[in-house]
């Protein structure tokens, strides 16, 4: 008689440090150093606005994801969550796709920012060469393991922070000396449309993206070394050490460049460090921020392809996407899947659309996520885990779909590309379907 071959599963190589880092490194990126202009631009002066409602918005979320992957501490994150709780395939799925579209919208987004104003300190190379070439790459790191990519991430993550340190000292020394206009910090541009509501809703929208990460943490739970006892403080540390540091920045930003300076910059972190009276090397800085900006594509595109494993694991999408490498136990065809869709993305849209679709997508997977801590209570596990207070789910999904609403005034390309990205998830939905029923209808022939 054979034995059956024994399914590869993945290997618990991420502690509590490494955790902590990981989810540190995955919030951090992009949308700090490359997307605060275009938040100044919506909001004007007062840019740390924006950052303090996001991570409210960010900490309300994290405590449902928090109670959830402790509850049910496997790969699929939102997607499983949304399955035990409405037992409706379709919208699972749904729900899965869309995490992955802001993976990978994300991921694009750096990119696409990696060819942008700080490489253009060093040479002028066209971003979409640039954006395609480093997705490559950061699929190779992928492939080669979950602890090269998790320790990569550390030195990256240190490199990122130390930037933002950087930013921090200056405005430090900026309030030391006298520099800089504090009136600024105060001003609120409510000149369009919409005035003061319409200012602070699109800022908050836009600058929810440089919150997003902690929800991809999740996905590594079947990686994470005894994750009910791990996550809940490794979440909540990661959120309020970045969001510290994005309020600091903010402040730091606007008390030295003018908004107009900033918005017209998709390097605007640069320009604080020209302005800040201290003698700190431009071309340093804005390798700092290339370092930073690769770190938040290497982490979204590992989680990318960790959640098509967890679905195809679900039996939400065919099973060969879950296949892992028996050599280097990790998931080869979802990495092979997502960078393809990548690829795509930097060829075809701008990083400010990117950047605004990944928030957009997420906010409404959030909405659902914090209506499905609520459903899920009704059902009890076997172990110990965190339970976050009833009324803070129930605030989180109104504030999740109020942002994610037109009320924001986004720009309307965002919602054609959220809606392009997942019609293909719709496509691939009914493909599977109909695979599925045709097989199961040869099995019952036989």
Sequence with gaps: MTTPP??????????PKLL???????????????????????????????????????ALTAMSYVELVT???????????????????????MVAFAVMCSGLTSASAAARAIGGRY??????IPTVVVGIIFIVAVAALNYRGVSESVKTNIVFTLIELTGLLVIILIGVYAVATGAGEPSRLLEIRADESGGLLLALLGSTALAFFAFVGFEDSVNMAEETKDPSRNFPRAIFMGVAITSTVYILVALTSSLLVDYRVLQDSDGPL????????????????AAIAMFAV????????MMASRLVYGLANERVVPKALGMVDPRRRTPVVGILFTTAL????????????????????????????NIAVLVLRREEVDHAHYRAPTALPAIGAVMALVL??????????VYVIAGVLLGIGVLLWLVNWAFTRRQRHEEETV
């Design 6 to 15: 024994t399914q590869v599963s993945l290997k618990r190589a991420i502690g």
């Design 270 to 285: 640069l320009e604080v460090v020209k302005a800040g009276g201290l003698a700190f090397p431009p071309q340093l800085f």
């Design 294 to 301: 690769a770190n938040s594509a290497l982490i979204n595109m």
């Design 119 to 124: 490489l253009q300190e060093f040479v002028t």
């Design 20 to 58: 902590i880092l990981f989810i540190v490194g995955d919030i951090l990126g992009t949308g700090v150093y490359a997307l605060t202009g275009s938040v100044a631009g919506r909001i004007g002066g007062a840019l740390w606005i924006p950052f303090l409602v996001g991570f409210v918005i960010a």
């Design 71 to 93: 509850k049910y501490p496997r790969a699929a994150g939102a997607a499983l969550y949304t399955q035990l709780a409405f037992r409706k395939p379709f919208l699972t799925f």
């Design 404 to 413: 994610a609403s037109p009320l924001t005034g986004r720009p309307g390309n």
């Design 342 to 369: 990548a690829i795509g993305l930097i060829s075809s849209t701008e990083i400010a659309g990117l950047g605004e679709t990944t928030a957009f997508l997420l906010l409404c997977v959030f909405a659902v996520v």
